[in-house]
């Protein structure tokens, strides 16, 4: 189980999370939701301690992050697999290169057991026979793709998704929702999914929680959000723009 309690979080004087709070249950898909530059990534990556909290605790089965040396995080890491926003690949390496390169580091595998996951990653997310590929020579939905594929190779307990489908085209985002369904339903992972896709979000959400002004507003199953009382969640989930918002000078998102 993973808890955020009471989470604050200010750059440069700007608060952008505030007392926001939210559990993961074992084996869920908790998909977050809410406008561009509400905190969606700011809060996934406090999960993993990639940020620190200026207030607030990250519970993850019990263990205060805040509690943990270097070495500790690092080892707690290990447990998660992490789908950045920008897919975050190195560009010097090769495509199987990126996919292994915990496996080289962590995983008690021969270089053949390497190959074989590689290609079993590569696989399930559309990739089959790139390894060889450089990012570069990738669209930015094929390396968001290599970079689904590099968090999952170390079959990892909880995988965080920043915007698995953002940029894919609807085909190909289908079947990175249906591998997401299916690490959950088999394998019982953990996800956690930021995303402002909502045909996304239904396929693949147990709950859904929406951000809103540093705040997590509401927690529901995908039918309780559709059906939301919140203007706000109703709003935001219906593409509709807030005239509120318009009026404070914001943008839709
Ligand atoms: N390392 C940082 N230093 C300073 N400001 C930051 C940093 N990281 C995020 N921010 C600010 O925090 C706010 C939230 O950013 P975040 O990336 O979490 O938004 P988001 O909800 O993920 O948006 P999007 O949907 O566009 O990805 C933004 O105003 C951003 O400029
Ligand atoms: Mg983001």
């Given at each position: 189980m993973i808890e955020l309690i009471n989470l604050r979080k200010r750059f440069n004087g700007k608060?952008?999370?505030?007392?926001a709070s939210l559990t993961i249950r074992d084996g869920e898909t908790m998909v977050i939701i809410g406008r561009s530059g509400e905190g969606k990534t700011v809060l996934l990556r406090h999960i993993i301690g990639l940020i620190r909290p200026d207030a607030g605790q990250v519970l993850v089965d019990g263990q205060d992050?805040?509690?943990?040396?270097k070495k500790q995080l690092a080892e707690l890491r290990l447990k998660f697999g992490m789908l950045f926003q920008g897919a975050?690949?190195?560009?010097?390496?090769t495509v199987e290169e990126n996919v292994a390169f915990a496996l080289l580091e962590h995983a008690r595998m021969t270089p053949a057991q390497i190959d074989a996951r590689v290609a079993e990653c590569l696989r399930m997310v559309g990739l089959?026979?790139?390894?060889?590929?450089?990012?570069?020579?990738?669209?930015g939905g094929m390396r968001k793709r290599v970079g689904l594929a590099r968090a999952i190779a170390m079959k990892p307990k909880t995988v965080l998704y920043d915007e698995?489908?953002?940029?894919?085209?609807p085909v190909m985002a289908d079947v990175i929702n249906d591998l997401i369904v299916k690490l959950s339903e088999q394998l019982g992972v953990t996800g956690i999914a930021v995303t402002h896709d909502m045909v996304s979000a239904y396929k693949i959400a147990d709950r859904i929680a929406m951000l809103h002004e540093g705040k997590i507003i509401e927690v529901g199953t995908p039918d309780q959000i559709r059906n939301s009382s919140n203007p706000l969640v109703r709003n935001f989930v219906e593409g509709r723009a807030d005239e509120a918002l318009l009026r404070k000078g914001g943008h839709p998102g």
């Open positions: 608060p952008v999370l505030d007392q992050l805040a509690a943990l040396d975050a690949l190195f560009d010097s390496l089959a026979g790139s390894q060889k590929m450089k990012p570069a020579e990738l669209s698995p489908t953002t940029g894919i085209d």
